[in-house]
């Protein structure tokens, strides 16, 4: 699935945020701090079509594992044909992200991918799932999110220590990657 099903997706659904799926160069950008050396957890928000989910299962261990929470059913329909012992996948809100670790029988995550378009979000529910997501994360953990703007920083401070941003002109629409994290003199 590619643009078609994205503009088809945007037109019906106010949480879609992009026309297009990500490109490979933001997929690469966002995902290059993550060590797939070692068995990881990974919880990722938004997903789509998988783009992101296609290239972390090629690049995770075989005792790896990969949550996808999307909330657009067109979408979920699409991740559940992901055959891969790895994946669990929940049509929920990103919302929901503790009660699905938790169901997961984990206490943590190593990190959260996010491509949801917290600029949609009222501040309430934004900071709801940073503050959820900042709690999951382990010792060594990180958030990592892809948006269309610079506008997720300050949410960002109330929640972490460390925050980093890139950005990614190879994409449409341009994305603005951040990383953040609670770990102690990195930056």
Same mark, same amino acid.
């Given at each position: 699935?590619?643009?078609?099903?994205?503009i088809?997706n945007?037109?019906k659904?106010?949480? !879609?945020?992009?026309v /297009?799926?990500?490109s490979?160069?933001?997929?690469?950008?966002? /995902?290059k701090r993550?060590?797939f050396s070692?068995?990881? /957890?990974l !919880?990722?928000f938004g997903?789509?079509?998988? !783009?992101?989910?296609?290239?972390?299962?090629?690049?995770?261990?075989?005792?790896?594992?990969?949550i996808?929470?999307? $909330?657009?059913?067109?979408?979920v329909d699409v991740?559940?044909?992901?055959?891969?012992g790895?994946v669990?996948?929940?049509?929920?809100s990103?919302?929901?992200?503790?009660?699905?670790?938790?169901?997961?029988?984990?206490t943590? !995550?190593?990190y959260?991918?996010?491509?949801?378009?917290f %600029?949609?979000?009222?501040?309430?529910?934004?900071?709801?799932?940073?503050?959820? %997501?900042?709690?999951?994360?382990?010792?060594?953990?990180?958030?990592?999110?892809?948006?269309t703007s610079?506008? $997720?920083?300050?949410p960002?401070e109330?929640?972490?220590?460390?925050?980093?941003?890139?950005?990614e002109?190879r994409?449409l629409?341009?994305?603005?990657?951040?990383e953040?994290?609670?770990?102690?003199?990195?930056?």
């Amino acid at each position: 699935m590619g643009t078609l099903t994205y503009i088809k997706n945007l037109i019906k659904d106010r949480n !879609v945020a992009s026309v /297009t799926p990500s490109s490979i160069f933001t997929v690469k950008k966002a /995902t290059k701090r993550i060590d797939f050396s070692k068995n990881i /957890t990974l !919880v990722e928000f938004g997903p789509g079509t998988g !783009v992101f989910s296609k290239y972390l299962l090629d690049n995770m261990t075989s005792g790896s594992r990969l949550i996808m929470i999307e $909330l657009n059913k067109t979408f979920v329909d699409v991740l559940y044909g992901i055959d891969d012992g790895r994946v669990s996948v929940y049509n929920e809100s990103a919302e929901a992200v503790e009660d699905i670790v938790f169901n997961e029988g984990l206490t943590g !995550v190593d990190y959260i991918l996010s491509g949801i378009p917290f %600029s949609f979000l009222d501040a309430e529910t934004r900071n709801r799932i940073l503050k959820a %997501s900042a709690n999951l994360l382990d010792k060594e953990g990180k958030f990592i999110a892809y948006q269309t703007s610079g506008h $997720l920083k300050k949410p960002l401070e109330k929640h972490f220590r460390n925050i980093s941003t890139e950005y990614e002109f190879r994409n449409l629409p341009p994305m603005c990657i951040y990383e953040a994290d609670n770990r102690e003199g990195l930056f």
